[in-house]
């Protein structure tokens, strides 16, 4: 089975091209599920239940998300309909949405991490008591860890080598050259990396970002345009053991 994650899409730059590489990707390589990070395809803050949409059309097969996935309040009846969206597992109880689903026979998860972020509940012992209360779980299952702690995230991957297929990094829109088969079989990421501008400072313009830093005065979020980059990573997994047979980075940019 071939999983294809794609990074933080960023505003309507990262919905266009995801429109414009993922159905040829799809098909190139036989991909057998498609999961999108999400949480920034509006405007560069949050989920709409249009952007949602288009996402879904290009051929996502599940989103997930992380700490901006309450941004926009129209998405937040969606979270706890049919709509393949999660948010992370380890938020309190309480709050809309779910943070699993299963999907073409594969289980996943999202997650977010603590560290420089905010006080969640703990995400190991969260994936513990989820993998201990799913007794009849499929063998592929795929965690999107949205973490800012580079260390934080290679610890999860650490703590769940495996116990699942794969535990891929997501949030800090800068992808890493780690993507590696850890020793019990669990393929792994630290961040894979932002769809969308690329002349940007994580997607926004670099003129305002340049400005906060020098003055810590506050800025809106505004995604910077341009020639932009469909980050992702494939995963092939065994359907029969759920153990990872290889991890690759795929990378397309637009003219």
């Known amino acids: ?22 159905p040829q990707i799809r098909q190139e390589y036989g ?11 509006a405007h560069g803050l ?24 309450w941004a926009q309040k129209s998405i937040l009846p969606c979270l706890d309909g049919d709509m393949p969206l999660i948010r992370p597992l380890n938020y309190p109880p309480g709050v809309p949405g779910k943070g699993w689903v299963i999907k073409n026979g594969v289980l996943v998860v999202n997650l977010i991490g603590r560290t420089f972020m905010d006080n969640y509940d703990c995400p190991f012992r ?42 891929l990094g997501t949030h800090t829109h800068v992808g890493t050259i780690d993507a590696r088969i850890l020793a019990g079989g669990t393929a792994y990421v630290t961040d894979i990396g932002l ?29 910077n345009a341009g020639k932009s980059v469909l980050n992702a990573i494939l995963v092939r997994v065994d359907e029969q053991t759920g153990t990872a047979v290889s991890i690759e980075r795929l990378q397309r940019e637009t003219e």
């Open 1 to 22: 089975m071939l999983i294809l994650a794609i990074g933080d899409v960023i505003g309507k730059p990262g919905r266009q091209v995801l429109n414009a590489f993922l």
């Open 195 to 223: 769809t969308g501008p690329i002349e940007s400072v994580i997607g926004d313009e670099p003129e305002k970002v340049l400005e906060h830093f020098l003055t810590m005065l506050p800025y809106r979020v505004s995604v």
């Open 46 to 69: 949050g989920v709409t239940p249009e952007t949602a949409e288009e996402l879904f059309k290009a051929g996502a097969d599940v989103l997930t998300s992380g700490n901006h996935v």
């Open 126 to 167: 969260t994936m513990d008591a989820l993998l201990a209360q799913l007794t009849e779980k499929p063998r592929v299952i795929i965690v999107d860890f949205h973490a800012e702690a580079t260390s934080e995230k290679v610890a999860l991957g650490r703590y769940l080598d495996g116990r699942v297929s794969a535990v």
């Open 31 to 41: 991909v057998d599920l498609t999961i999108v990070n999400a949480e920034n395809s």
